[in-house]
């Protein structure tokens, strides 16, 4: 006997974190109230990345309307029913504002529900899917893209060996394994009962592990200062590697280590044009276009944080023709732009950073990944832990999403920092706090 066919109610926020999320629920019964195509025609005139997902969800709904009646149901490929309905409960809780559209999307899966459905409300907003449960709604997140960060790929593993091993590796720079990693994944040799350690990096063609060799290494005047921080300037500064993650805590010198290899590449070795810079506007209070000025003023408050780790760089940084900050960008060495900008660019022959990557939804990060032209390197950083995005979470957004996604191929690269390198201060806030 098969199982009930479930109902499933389609919150409007999951359309913008991926505009084909109905494409995802197969052979069941997938609901639009008619509210979400309200408020999705409310968003669409937006010039953000919301606005962009409205239209496409708008489109896509639009398209299966074309194979019949879609208030009837519209059979899917994916073998699901799709509807698109006006109906909510007209008995409801008094204390249950109606002139709200996220209560009547919340109504609809109600009526549904009472009329014997066996219905899930899907949203990514957290409120709602309580306001949901408390109507006895069975309700759930969109989980078609999460990831477990706890057991997120870290890039490296870890052991204890001989003093004869770490020798070999670091003498013959290789050495055969008697276990298998993934291309680009690394290898932490420590001498037991010592400090004393030595990194390998496995080449998945040969199927040796190859020494790495960052010590001591300064990188337009900064260091590596850890094992972490030396995984991450070889992966960095690898040519035949065009993607790279570093996922860590706020001080584990993610964008310091991005910035420093990128303007390496650029300046001295010429290997790219420029070192492209951005990150995620998103607003804690009112949004970019309430703030005083042209773009440049307004992308100067958001985009601080790159201003000062630039400016690091060039207080240790030595080089008789490059004097300040401002300089390298008169000269376009290095470009500072919002992510709403670079949308629809051409990118060749550049190493791009994309800052604070964990504010993506993975539908942004394909977006983004996908504008590489030839000879391109991308770089994305980000902290999990710190999301400011209100329908993303540390397991749902893009950043950890592409991680999971990528891990194993050739030319992908990723690393986790563990340990803060700012101050013990530092350090002990972001654990505690």
Not at 287 to 316: C, R, T
Not at 336 to 360: H, M
Request: hydrophobic share 40%; proline share 4%.
């Amino acid at each position: 006997m098969s199982d009930p066919v479930k109902s499933f109610v389609i919150d409007t926020n999951v359309f913008i974190h991926k505009p084909d999320a109905i494409l995802s629920f197969r052979d069941n019964e997938v609901i639009v109230p008619l509210w979400v195509l309200e408020e999705l025609d409310k968003l669409k005139t937006s010039g953000d990345e919301k606005g962009r997902n409205a239209r496409h969800a708008i489109r896509i709904l639009e398209a299966m309307t074309k194979k019949g009646n879609i208030n009837e149901g519209v059979k899917m490929e994916n073998g699901s029913i799709l509807k698109v309905v006006l109906t909510h409960e007209k008995d409801v809780p008094a204390d249950l504002r109606q002139d709200s559209a996220d209560n009547k999307i919340l109504l609809t899966a109600l009526t549904l529900k009472k009329r014997g459905r066996q219905v899930f409300f899907v949203s990514k907003d957290i409120n709602a899917r309580v306001k949901a449960t408390a109507l006895g709604i069975k309700a759930v997140d969109y989980e078609k893209q999460k990831v477990n960060l706890s057991d997120l790929y870290s890039g490296y593993r870890q052991e204890v060996v001989a003093r004869e091993t770490i020798n070999e590796l670091a003498t013959s720079g290789c050495m055969q394994l008697n276990q298998e990693l993934r291309p680009n994944e690394y290898m932490i040799l420590t001498e037991k009962g010592t400090e004393t350690t030595a990194i390998g990096r496995f080449d998945a063609r040969e199927g040796l592990l190859r020494y790495v060799d960052h010590i001591g290494e300064t990188v337009t005047g900064v260091s590596p200062l850890n094992d972490n921080q030396r995984i991450a300037i070889n992966l960095l500064l690898d040519d035949s590697i065009r993607l790279v993650t570093l996922v860590g805590k706020a001080g584990t010198g993610k964008t310091l280590l991005a910035i420093s290899s990128g303007l390496k590449k650029v300046l001295e070795e010429k290997i790219y044009t420029r070192v492209l810079v951005s990150r995620p506007v998103i607003p804690l209070g009112k949004d970019i276009g309430y703030l005083p000025g042209a773009k440049e003023e307004k992308l100067s408050h958001w985009m601080q944080p790159l201003f000062d780790n630039l400016d690091y760089i060039m207080s240790v940084y030595k080089s008789p023709t490059i004097k300040n900050t401002d300089w390298l960008l008169q000269n376009k060495m290095i470009e500072i732009e919002a992510l709403t900008y670079i949308r629809g660019r051409s990118l060749p022959n550049q190493f791009i950073i994309i800052d604070e990557a964990q504010n993506l939804s993975p539908h942004e990060i394909k977006t983004i990944v996908s504008r590489a032209g030839e000879n391109t390197k991308v770089v994305l950083t980000g902290d999990p832990y710190q999301i400011d995005s209100p329908y993303l979470d540390s397991n749902s957004n893009g950043l950890t999403y592409l991680v999971e996604a990528f891990k194993g191929r050739e030319i992908f690269g990723h690393v986790t920092l563990e340990k803060s390198e700012r101050s013990p201060l530092a350090e002990l806030a972001a654990e505690l706090l």
